[in-house]
Each structure stands twice: as structure tokens, then as C-alpha cells.
């Protein structure tokens, strides 16, 4: 069965450059939520989108932002980037966002360091 | 604001021996759901509880929703080597998940 696909699956960047990760979600699925997982701790929400607007916010900084796209791939863009936002970032897909509860589906993760 | 907290932190247990992790909202839930992280990977999702004082069984895992919603458990009977990883709860409050700090179990063979 297809699963969330993210990518890149590594990336190494300097402070203060920028970064875009990509999340592809499971065929159908119409929600879209990115997580920040700094090393032994907890995933963070950041944000969602259903049905390609944003729907939730979470502890995402001011220096990123997050769209949806038409084909419901979701891109996280990142300036300005900082020692600390050096993380592991899930996107995970669900049927049915908004205020409903659905099982999320999470990809394999996007592990950024910012040297 | 919200606050999902999971005791213990840790836990290590013989293979064999029964673990429980506890999860506590600070705030009523809409729901909770149980994802495994083992590591290195992605969480996986085990489990959701959507009403009040409901318990549903995986096999050897028991979850449990608490009466007043704010709080849940999960129980592993007789681990194996297989059930190591962290294991977090979300709980969905008024718009958006928050995952607990997560319980990460070792288990010894």
C-alpha cells in the first residue's frame, strides 16, 4: 500500500540559508499535518491543511510557512534557519481533517541539520 | 496551554513482565489516539479512544480511556523483545493533536 513520502530524506544546510521539505500524502488522503521531533522528545505539531487550506497552527516560527498544493502535496519552507531547528520533521496524511479525528499516517521523516 | 504529559519517562522490564504507560491531559479530550515509535522511525499508529471509560484490546495491549477524558492508559501484557520503542499518546483537544512526552520502554531478554 502507498505511504507518505517525504522528501528529502537528509538534508544538511548552513544557519541562515533556507530549506523546503515536501510531504506527498497517501492517495485520497485530504489532510496534511507537519511535526517538529528534536532528538528524545515528543513531535511538536506545527500545522495542517485539509482540503489544501490551513486548518490548524501549531508552534510553527515565523520563519516558515506551509502550503498545500492543488495535487494535496504539502511543502515546508524554512528561512532563515537557526542551530535549533536542527530536527527530525514529520508530515503525516489523514482521511478527513478539520475537527474530525482520523488516524494519521506519518512519513518516514525529513532529518535536517543546520550546521 | 494544553499539556499532555506520560509517566513514566522510561521503563525497563524483563521480557516477560507486564508495562503500563500513563497519559494526562490537562484539558478534557476529544479523543486519544497511541502511536509506537521505534527507533529511528516514524510513529505508527496503534490505537484510537473516542468515548468515555472505553477500553479496547490489541492482543496483549490494553488501552484505556478515562471517565473524564483527560486522562488514558496502555498496557502491555508479558513483553517481548518486539513491544521495545516510545510510545505516545495524542490527545486531540479543541483543534489540533497534542502528543504526550512519550514513554520509552526497553525490554531485556
Known amino acids: 500500500a502507498a505511504g507518505v513520502i517525504q522528501s528529502p530524506r537528509h538534508l544538511i544546510k548552513e544557519k541562515r540559508e533556507t530549506a523546503t521539505l515536501k510531504c506527498y500524502p497517501i492517495?485520497?488522503?485530504?489532510?496534511v499535518y507537519w511535526y517538529q521531533q528534536g532528538p528524545g522528545q515528543d513531535p511538536q505539531f506545527l500545522i495542517s491543511?485539509?482540503?489544501?487550506?490551513?486548518?490548524d497552527k501549531g508552534s510553527i516560527p515565523d520563519r516558515f510557512s506551509a502550503q498545500q498544493f492543488s495535487d494535496y502535496h504539502s511543502e515546508l519552507n524554512m528561512s532563515s534557519l537557526e542551530l535549533g531547528d536542527s530536527a527530525l520533521y514529520f508530515c503525516?496524511?489523514?482521511?478527513?481533517?478539520?475537527?474530525?479525528?482520523?488516524?494519521?499516517?506519518f512519513g518516514p521523516g525529513t532529518r535536517l541539520t543546520v550546521l | 496551554g494544553q499539556q499532555v504529559m506520560q509517566i513514566p519517562q522510561y521503563q525497563h522490564v524483563q521480557e516477560g513482565e507486564d508495562f503500563t504507560t500513563y497519559c494526562n491531559s490537562s484539558?478534557?479530550?476529544?479523543?486519544i489516539q497511541w502511536y509506537k515509535q521505534r527507533p529511528g522511525g516514524h510513529p505508527v499508529f496503534l490505537i484510537q479512544l473516542v468515548k468515555s471509560g472505553e477500553v479496547k484490546k490489541q492482543k496483549r495491549l490494553t488501552f484505556q480511556f478515562g471517565e473524564a477524558k483527560k486522562n488514558s492508559s496502555l498496557h502491555i501484557t508479558a513483553t517481548q523483545t518486539t513491544d521495545v520503542g516510545t510510545y505516545f499518546c495524542a490527545g486531540l483537544g479543541t483543534y489540533k493533536y497534542i502528543f504526550g512526552t512519550g514513554t520509552r520502554l526497553k525490554v531485556l531478554a
Open positions: 503525516a496524511s489523514s482521511l478527513g481533517g478539520g475537527r474530525r479525528s482520523n488516524e494519521q499516517f
Open positions: 484539558t478534557t479530550l476529544s479523543n
Open positions: 491543511f485539509y482540503e489544501k487550506m490551513q486548518s
Open positions: 492517495p485520497r488522503h485530504d489532510t
